[in-house]
């Protein structure tokens, strides 16, 4: 298939494009390299420039005849949604529509997207499942929710079909030591922990020691870089062959507290670092599990990195060679 990946030279978009490019398929990546690095895109063609250039996107699609469109060019970060919404509302949704709307009138038929756990808000139960209430609780998750929903429109009206995937947290790195995480600023706890482990951060800080868990800090499910890619693979391939659209929710389904997840970097790094309390964090729910059982027999879908250590071992890996180099 003709592939178009648009965010493909950010963390999960790039490894997607390598998987894609090594499972036969034609690919090509549209980002602006607002959060991303070209250097990131090593396989297919790289085209820079924006989702929400309506121009732009005709010339696309007038060269390309995409089979599928997937997208991960949004901005992520729950803090600075708080403080720039209409940063987030103007890129994750309304870029989106130009996109969707290109998508439509040249009959690109499929989109994969990448949603997340954001949407749920705070958890009414865990393991979460596709039922939860969706009462997304800061702008990041309500833009994600608006564009799940504008895409049930799009279906119903024109016929776009969709697959919305809702991370949990995508961690780790590629197992070859091609690709990995590169945000910059960082926010995410697993790199982080890294760099107080390999010496580029001073220390790291835990945000909350009070939470309703066995150790007090907050539970989060892991899920690997890889097994997110082989779930889009699934879906696109699923939603091809039956016509619909659908949505999973992905996650490993184990829950790993702050506190478990600095102790496991150590043992795999092998050394000591600081850690420092910290106050909590505004807007983190106590525990977010992923119930994936959908996406498991819809999909066939089965993580092959389901230890903790796997998966920040491949992370210890790139964080060792990327940034040494
Ligand atoms: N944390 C720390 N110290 C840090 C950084 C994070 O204690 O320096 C804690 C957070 O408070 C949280 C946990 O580590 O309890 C995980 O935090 P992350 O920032 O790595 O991830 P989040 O769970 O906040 O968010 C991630 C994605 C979002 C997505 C969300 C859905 O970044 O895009 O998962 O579950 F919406």
Same mark, same amino acid.
């Given at each position: 298939m003709k592939i178009l990946v648009v965010g493909g030279a950010g963390y999960i978009g790039s490894h997607m494009v390598k998987k894609l490019a090594l499972t036969g398929h034609e690919v090509v990546t549209l980002d602006n390299l607002s959060r991303g690095y070209? /250097?990131?895109?090593?396989y297919g063609e790289f085209v820079h420039g924006n989702l929400g250039d309506k121009n732009l996107l005709n010339t696309l699609f007038s060269k390309h005849r995409f089979d599928a469109v997937m997208h991960f060019a949004a901005f992520i970060e729950v803090g600075e949604s708080v403080t720039e919404p209409g940063m987030y509302y103007h890129n994750n949704v309304c870029n989106t529509q130009v996109l969707l709307d290109a998508m439509v009138s040249h009959d690109i038929e499929h989109f994969v997207f990448s949603s997340?756990?954001?949407?749920? +808000?705070?958890?009414?139960? !865990?393991?979460? /499942?596709?039922a939860h209430p969706k009462n997304p609780i800061n702008p990041y998750g309500r833009s994600k929710l608006m564009v799940e929903q504008m895409l049930e429109d799009y279906d119903r009206a024109y016929g776009l079909k969709s697959t919305c995937l809702r991370y949990f947290n995508a961690a780790g790195a590629d197992p070859e030591g091609e690709l990995g995480e590169r945000h910059n600023p960082e926010s995410h706890l697993i790199p982080l922990i890294l760099q107080a482990a390999s010496g580029r951060r001073e220390a790291i800080s835990i945000f +909350?020691? /009070?939470?309703? !868990?066995d150790d007090g800090t907050c539970v989060r499910d892991y899920v690997h870089i890889n097994d997110l890619c082989d779930a889009h693979s699934l879906a696109l391939e699923k939603m091809q062959k039956s016509g619909d659209s659908a949505r999973y929710n992905l996650g490993n389904g184990k829950g790993f507290s702050v506190q478990q997840v600095i102790d496991a970097v150590k043992r795999i790094a092998d050394n000591e670092f600081k850690v420092i309390h910290a106050e909590r964090r505004a807007g983190d729910p106590a525990v977010l599990v992923a119930d994936s059982a959908l996406a498991k027999q819809a999909l066939g879908w089965t993580p092959r990195f389901e230890q903790l250590e796997t998966i920040i071992e491949t992370a210890w890996q790139w964080e060792i060679t990327f940034f040494s180099r």
């Open positions: 070209e /250097d990131a895109v090593k997340t756990a954001a949407i749920f +808000g705070e958890p009414q139960y !865990t393991p979460i /499942d596709e +909350g020691r /009070d939470y309703p !868990t």
